[in-house]
């Protein structure tokens, strides 16, 4: 797409797709440890249509669990994000904030990391809601089910009474509340009537007897159940963008292929848009009509599902497709990707293609930081940082196969 | 039960078998393995029953030399279990296992630990199965050091340790890792590099034998192919014997030569990989394939016919057939001739009265919360009834069918669940609930009602009468029209 050669203009939403709900630009996060600084995310950018499923795959350490939580500003520290932008097209908060923040505004897009924290905290549920890994632990032990997706329902009702006064919603829990609370432990935050709306949701995810179900504690559901509990609350506040990380690896794949028609189902129903996060290249092609593939934090390939899986250019992507065994037509050997993940810390990534210590095919020109170029096989969405878009591959050019065992010095004086 | 006809007919169905032994390296019969629950001194004296949750539940594996042979399954059906208790690292509860002819089951604690050199295990989890106080040199070294290996010292003056660290040195190599590292510790190497560390140690005693319990499920998909790929090397290399536990079927479909499929603690399929992915016969066998999302633009958006619910308990496994409960294809009994989603939908029913709790309360409480408006709800039956026809499935019946049906929701609109459940049986007992189908006895073998034509038209071996596994000629008899017709009137198949 064109929005990555303008990315040295900061004015304004990229430009991009009519449709799109969101565009991420040049989104970084860092994670300051003891160990130094780690580059989690760096400048990712892309785009989420209405009603599409966008797909962003990668392995473990990727960046990609990492950049969700960064769309929805839930990095905790020591992680922070340092740069970017995130643009939501919502006319309404466009119109809200046109006056007072002329910059964060753009037509109907809203940059959302420009708001002020509370309104970004605010837009948390009825604009972005997350689905997240594990439903075992991101659910209270010793609070129903029931209870905790009504406990969501009561936070949008209140929200929607009251709109971006987010003071009035989980906020402000005082000393008075305190004490309250201590003194009357039975003192309910949900109402009979957002215990209704948390059955009927989870009669909408499909758990059988929900009225009966919604009483019962997380251990006493199953996997599958309790992810669909999970997808309930975050349906909680009808998002436009359901950010679902990694919704089906802790499930078997008879478990796993009912969550999936039901993602399918709620996204046709109600055209919410998803970003679905995965390792699974088999549950992106199910479900994505467009593709990122993440590699050292960096957004590597991207594009449609045909032009990332049938014409990858990316000699990671292409790797990453010679890695899994094929079901119906087993190849007599795999080709896998030498080498290990590489470690995000600053110090050690130097400024070139992050992927060349591990490629068949680097060059001396992958000594270079690698910008997102646009890719010529398959439509024209479709990108890569990898300068094989660019160029072909010359054994001239190659880069010693020893080149990244040979000491810092060595390669400090190329 | 006899071996001798069982390796004959393999043999004689398949012609490739004669290149095999003609007994395997390792068989197991009939193992068991149940964990009790309230079991303690207290609870006797109580006089509360233990509970017992039947993890592996009668399989029959045989795994030929230079084989490998996979065991797939969900979670909790037992193929780990299987893995821990063919090697004893469990005790089984019931059950022989052979190895090279050797009784496992009854060996002495020094048979065991001779066993234990020609037999090995690679753990699923590479983080928590090495000691991380120990160095990796320590860790590949240490079976040695157990066996007290070598025997003697070695001809060129090296000690026995160093002759230890050599040999760790070179297995560490072997597996692709540096022999330079041997002095690191565990936490210093990535998960990919810890499974090959996990590998080197299972390889340190030259086993025959190797249990594989999911190597590769904890790892990326670019460092699993590298595992994978190294696995086959080392099989040809040393002629391993392998049982591949995993539940990722492309993996098994890449390296098993045979694959036993495996559900609520029993095996259900076993055959060769091709029969297996070509052809299943085991409708959950299907299910499972059919679930697989594969890595291609062809599979966007396909929409997979998922199994309903979850897997039943290992405490209360339904009775007869394991599967009956979720099965798509589960049999109807002769007095019923309706389409099968719908007595898909009327089992559905009855499965969730009898074994899951559901009651009428829970229903009308349901109704109550989607009933908005500002009269007061009232308990309508004919809003109930619909309710329920509506989620399971049940509309378009007609005949002795329907009445059976619209019976048994009046009685559980009126509260009575028990009740309700009983009339269901009464008119929908299927075949498959009345006894567990057994193993099949060719090389693609098949526990599955739907197949018992095939299988029991087959000469009865007369050393199997008598066996109470083999008395399914017998117990047959009763129902023998039902599930006769059960089978004959499953069209979709």
Same mark, same amino acid.
């Given at each position: 797409?064109?929005?990555t050669?303008a990315?040295?203009?900061?004015?304004?939403?990229?430009?991009?797709?009519?449709?799109?709900?969101?565009?991420?630009?040049?989104?970084?996060?860092?994670?300051?440890?003891?160990?130094?600084?780690?580059?989690?995310?760096?400048?990712?950018?892309?785009?989420?249509?209405?009603?599409?499923?966008?797909?962003?795959?990668?392995?473990?350490?990727?960046?990609?669990?990492?950049?969700?939580?960064?769309?929805?500003?839930?990095?905790?520290?020591?992680?922070?994000?340092?740069?970017?932008e995130?643009?939501y097209?919502?006319?309404?908060?466009?119109?809200?904030?046109?006056?007072?923040?002329?910059?964060?505004?753009?037509?109907?897009?809203?940059?959302?990391?420009?708001?002020?924290?509370?309104?970004?905290r605010?837009?948390?549920?009825?604009?972005?809601?997350?689905?997240?890994?594990?439903?075992?632990?991101?659910?209270?032990p010793?609070?129903?089910?029931?209870?905790?997706?009504?406990?969501?329902?009561?936070?949008?009702?209140?929200?929607?009474?009251?709109?971006?006064?987010?003071?009035?919603?989980?906020?402000?829990?005082?000393?008075?509340?305190?004490?309250?609370d201590?003194?009357?432990?039975?003192?309910?935050?949900?109402?009979?009537?957002?215990?209704?709306?948390?059955?009927?949701?989870?009669?909408?995810?499909?758990?059988?007897?929900?009225?009966?179900?919604?009483?019962?504690?997380?251990?006493q559901?199953?996997?599958?159940?309790?992810?669909?509990?999970?997808?309930?609350?975050?349906?909680?506040?009808?998002?436009?963008?359901?950010?679902?990380?990694?919704?089906?690896?802790?499930?078997?794949?008879?478990?796993q292929?009912?969550?999936?028609?039901?993602?399918?189902?709620?996204?046709?129903?109600?055209?919410?848009?998803?970003?679905?996060?995965?390792?699974?290249?088999?549950?992106?092609?199910?479900?994505?009509?467009?593709?990122?593939?993440?590699?050292?934090?960096?957004?590597?390939?991207?594009?449609?599902?045909?032009?990332?899986?049938?014409?990858?250019?990316?000699?990671?992507?292409?790797?990453?497709?010679?890695?899994?065994?094929?079901l119906?037509?087993?190849?007599?050997?795999?080709?896998?990707?030498?080498?290990?993940?590489?470690?995000?810390?600053?110090?050690?990534?130097?400024?070139?293609?992050?992927?060349?210590?591990?490629?068949?095919?680097?060059?001396?020109?992958?000594?270079?930081?690698?910008s997102e170029?646009?890719?010529?096989?398959?439509?024209?969405?479709?990108?890569?940082?990898?300068?094989?878009a660019?160029?072909?591959?010359?054994?001239?050019d190659?880069?010693?196969p020893?080149?990244?065992?040979?000491?810092?010095?060595?390669?400090?004086?190329? | 039960?006899?071996?001798?006809?069982?390796?004959?007919?393999?043999?004689?169905?398949?012609?490739a078998?004669?290149?095999?032994?003609?007994?395997?390296?390792?068989?197991?019969?009939?193992?068991?393995?149940?964990?009790?629950?309230?079991?303690?001194?207290?609870?006797?004296?109580?006089?509360?029953?233990?509970?017992?949750? +039947?993890?592996?539940? *009668?399989?029959? @594996?045989?795994?030929?030399r230079?084989? /490998?042979l %996979?065991? $797939?399954?969900?979670? =909790?059906?037992? +193929?780990?279990?299987? *893995?821990?208790? @063919?090697?004893?690292?469990?005790?089984? /509860?019931? %059950?022989? $296992?052979?190895?090279? =002819?050797?009784?496992?089951?009854?060996?002495?604690?020094?048979?065991?630990?001779?066993?234990?050199?020609?037999? %090995?295990? $690679?753990?699923?989890?590479?983080?928590?199965?090495?000691?991380?106080?120990?160095?990796?040199?320590?860790?590949?070294?240490?079976?040695?050091?157990i066996?007290?290996?070598?025997?003697?010292?070695?001809?060129?003056g090296?000690?026995?340790?160093?002759?230890?660290?050599?040999?760790?040195k070179?297995?560490?190599?072997?597996?692709?890792?540096?022999?330079?590292?041997?002095?690191?510790?565990?936490?210093?190497?990535?998960?990919?590099?810890?499974?090959?560390?996990?590998?080197?140690?299972?390889?340190?005693?030259?086993?025959?034998?190797?249990?594989?319990?999911?190597?590769?499920?904890?790892?990326?998909?670019?460092?699993?192919?590298?595992?994978?790929?190294?696995?086959?090397?080392?099989?040809?290399?040393?002629?391993?014997?392998?049982?591949?536990?995993?539940?990722?079927?492309?993996?098994?479909?890449?390296?098993?030569?045979?694959?036993?499929?495996?559900?609520?603690?029993?095996?259900?399929?076993?055959?060769?990989?091709?029969?297996?992915?070509?052809?299943?016969?085991?409708?959950?066998?299907?299910?499972?394939?059919?679930?697989?999302p594969?890595?291609?633009?062809?599979?966007?958006?396909?929409?997979?016919?998922?199994?309903?619910?979850?897997?039943?308990?290992?405490?209360?496994?339904?009775?007869?057939?394991?599967?009956?409960?979720?099965?798509?294809?589960?049999?109807?009994?002769?007095?019923?001739?309706?389409?099968?989603?719908?007595?898909?939908?009327?089992?559905?029913?009855?499965?969730?009265?009898?074994?899951?709790?559901?009651?009428?309360?829970?229903?009308?409480?349901?109704?109550?919360?989607?009933?908005?408006?500002?009269?007061?709800?009232?308990?309508?039956?004919?809003?109930?009834?619909?309710?329920l026809?509506?989620?399971?499935d049940?509309?378009?019946?007609?005949?002795?069918t329907?009445?059976?049906?619209e019976?048994?929701?009046?009685?559980?609109?009126?509260?009575?669940e028990?009740?309700?459940?009983?009339?269901?049986?009464?008119?929908?007992?299927?075949?498959?609930?009345?006894?567990?189908?057994?193993l099949?006895?060719?090389?693609?073998?098949?526990?599955?009602?739907?197949?018992?034509?095939?299988?029991?038209?087959?000469?009865?071996?007369?050393?199997?009468?008598?066996?109470?596994?083999?008395?399914?000629?017998?117990?047959?008899?009763?129902?023998?029209?039902?599930?006769?017709?059960?089978?004959?009137?499953?069209?979709?198949?």
């Amino acid at each position: 797409m064109s929005d990555t050669a303008a990315a040295g203009e900061s004015r304004g939403a990229p430009a991009g797709h009519p449709d799109d709900v969101l565009r991420v630009r040049d989104l970084s996060t860092r994670f300051f440890t003891e160990e130094g600084q780690v580059n989690a995310v760096e400048s990712v950018s892309f785009t989420v249509r209405d009603g599409e499923i966008f797909g962003i795959v990668g392995e473990s350490g990727s960046g990609k669990s990492v950049t969700a939580l960064s769309l929805i500003d839930l990095v905790d520290s020591p992680g922070r994000v340092t740069g970017g932008e995130v643009w939501y097209r919502d006319a309404d908060l466009a119109e809200e904030f046109r006056d007072r923040l002329p910059d964060a505004v753009d037509g109907e897009f809203v940059d959302t990391r420009r708001l002020p924290k509370g309104v970004r905290r605010a837009l948390r549920g009825p604009a972005f809601s997350m689905v997240f890994q594990d439903p075992m632990s991101s659910l209270n032990p010793s609070v129903t089910v029931g209870e905790q997706i009504a406990e969501a329902v009561e936070v949008q009702r209140r929200a929607t009474a009251n709109p971006r006064r987010t003071r009035s919603r989980t906020q402000g829990y005082g000393m008075g509340k305190l004490i309250a609370d201590t003194l009357l432990p039975n003192r309910g935050f949900t109402s009979e009537s957002s215990m209704n709306r948390a059955i009927e949701l989870l009669e909408q995810v499909g758990i059988p007897d929900p009225a009966e179900r919604a009483h019962e504690y997380p251990h006493q559901f199953s996997g599958g159940m309790l992810q669909r509990a999970m997808i309930a609350q975050a349906l909680a506040g009808e998002p436009d963008v359901l950010i679902a990380d990694e919704p089906t690896t802790a499930l078997d794949v008879t478990i796993q292929a009912q969550i999936l028609n039901l993602l399918r189902d709620l996204q046709e129903q109600a055209g919410t848009s998803v970003v679905m996060i995965t390792h699974d290249l088999g549950v992106i092609a199910r479900m994505c009509n467009r593709v990122g593939v993440m590699y050292a934090g960096q957004i590597v390939e991207r594009g449609t599902l045909s032009d990332v899986f049938e014409t990858p250019v990316h000699p990671y992507t292409q790797g990453l497709l010679g890695s899994i065994p094929d079901l119906d037509d087993p190849a007599p050997r795999l080709q896998p990707i030498e080498g290990n993940v590489p470690s995000l810390l600053d110090e050690e990534m130097g400024g070139r293609c992050f992927f060349a210590d591990r490629c068949p095919k680097a060059m001396t020109d992958c000594l270079q930081p690698i910008s997102e170029y646009d890719a010529d096989p398959g439509s024209d969405e479709h990108t890569a940082r990898c300068v094989l878009a660019e160029r072909e591959f010359s054994e001239a050019d190659a880069l010693p196969p020893d080149h990244f065992d040979r000491n810092e010095e060595v390669r400090g004086d190329e | 039960m006899s071996e001798s006809t069982r390796a004959a007919e393999e043999s004689a169905t398949d012609g490739a078998a004669v290149a095999r032994d003609e007994e395997p390296l390792l068989k197991v019969r009939g193992l068991r393995k149940y964990y009790f629950e309230d079991d303690t001194l207290f609870d006797k004296l109580l006089g509360r029953d233990p509970t017992s949750v +039947k993890a592996v539940d *009668g399989v029959d @594996l045989d795994v030929h030399r230079g084989e /490998t042979l %996979g065991v $797939v399954g969900e979670s =909790g059906c037992g +193929k780990s279990t299987t *893995g821990e208790t @063919l090697l004893r690292l469990r005790e089984a /509860t019931a %059950g022989t $296992v052979e190895f090279d =002819g050797e009784d496992v089951m009854a060996m002495s604690r020094e048979e065991l630990t001779r066993f234990r050199k020609r037999a %090995g295990i $690679v753990f699923q989890d590479p983080f928590s199965s090495l000691d991380p106080r120990m160095t990796v040199g320590d860790i590949v070294s240490e079976g040695l050091k157990i066996h007290d290996l070598p025997e003697e010292s070695p001809d060129d003056g090296r000690s026995k340790r160093e002759w230890r660290r050599d040999r760790a040195k070179e297995l560490l190599e072997r597996v692709g890792l540096s022999a330079d590292q041997i002095d690191r510790y565990p936490h210093e190497f990535s998960g990919g590099q810890r499974q090959r560390v996990g590998i080197a140690r299972a390889l340190a005693l030259d086993p025959e034998f190797v249990v594989l319990d999911e190597p590769v499920s904890a790892l990326d998909v670019s460092v699993q192919a590298q595992i994978l790929n190294l696995l086959e090397d080392l099989q040809t290399e040393f002629g391993l014997t392998y049982l591949f536990i995993a539940h990722d079927l492309s993996v098994v479909r890449h390296i098993c030569d045979r694959v036993a499929v495996m559900y609520l603690g029993e095996v259900i399929e076993t055959g060769p990989t091709d029969a297996i992915f070509e052809s299943p016969k085991h409708p959950y066998t299907e299910a499972l394939l059919e679930s697989v999302p594969r890595a291609s633009v062809e599979e966007q958006g396909r929409r997979v016919d998922a199994l309903s619910g979850d897997v039943p308990s290992p405490r209360n496994p339904p009775s007869g057939c394991h599967f009956r409960t979720r099965c798509p294809k589960v049999i109807q009994p002769v007095t019923v001739d309706i389409p099968q989603e719908q007595y898909r939908g009327v089992m559905d029913l009855r499965n969730r009265l009898e074994r899951q709790g559901f009651s009428a309360a829970s229903v009308w409480e349901t109704l109550e919360s989607e009933h908005d408006g500002d009269e007061p709800f009232e308990r309508d039956t004919v809003v109930f009834k619909e309710a329920l026809r509506d989620e399971f499935d049940l509309h378009g019946l007609s005949g002795a069918t329907m009445d059976t049906v619209e019976d048994a929701l009046e009685i559980l609109a009126n509260g009575r669940e028990d009740e309700a459940a009983q009339r269901l049986r009464d008119g929908f007992a299927s075949p498959c609930e009345e006894e567990d189908p057994l193993l099949s006895d060719d090389r693609h073998a098949v526990a599955c009602h739907l197949y018992a034509d095939e299988d029991y038209d087959a000469d009865v071996d007369p050393d199997r009468v008598g066996n109470p596994m083999a008395g399914m000629a017998d117990v047959r008899q009763p129902d023998a029209d039902g599930a006769a017709n059960g089978s004959a009137g499953d069209g979709d198949r």
